[in-house]
Nanobody
Framework: QVQLVESGGGLVHTGDSLKLSCTFY????????MGWFRQAPRKEREFVAA??????????KYADSVKGRFTISRDIDEKMLYLQMVNLQPGDTAVYYC?????????????????WGQGTQVTVSS
């Protein structure tokens, strides 16, 4: 059984930085691709970033809206996933979800991820 727990969300101002963390509980962390999605109020869920599992760790994907500002990374030994966010904007306000896959390749489609965390709120004030 796999469980994902996010942390690190909060209230920040435009231009600030924030780092989200995701703790992975299970036995397939090293081989599983992982990522981040977000959902703002009254908007559809959208892809943010993804990183591959073992053999694909150097392979990452980013949404155009966050590329150059967000960085996804993982620590295999500690079973942790991170999302470093810089130059945050009000449009980044959303609930951020940590996701995990049984496959090693990072993908942008939500259907590729069978495991989801409970979400952590990020609010960026003007």
């Amino acid at each position: 059984q796999v469980q994902l727990v996010e942390s690190g969300g909060g209230l920040v101002h435009t231009g600030d930085s924030l780092k989200l963390s995701c703790t992975f509980y299970g036995r397939t962390f090293s081989s599983a691709a992982m990522g981040w999605f977000r959902q703002a109020p009254r908007k559809e869920r959208e892809f943010v970033a993804a990183i591959g599992g073992v053999g694909w760790i150097d392979d990452t994907k980013y949404a155009d809206s966050v590329k150059g500002r967000f960085t996804i990374s993982r620590d295999i030994d500690e079973k942790m996933l991170y999302l470093q966010m810089v130059n945050l904007q009000p449009g980044d306000t959303a609930v951020y979800y940590c996701v995990g896959s049984d496959g090693p390749m990072p993908q942008a489609m939500a259907g590729s991820y069978g495991y989801w965390g409970q979400g952590t709120q990020v609010t960026v004030s003007s």
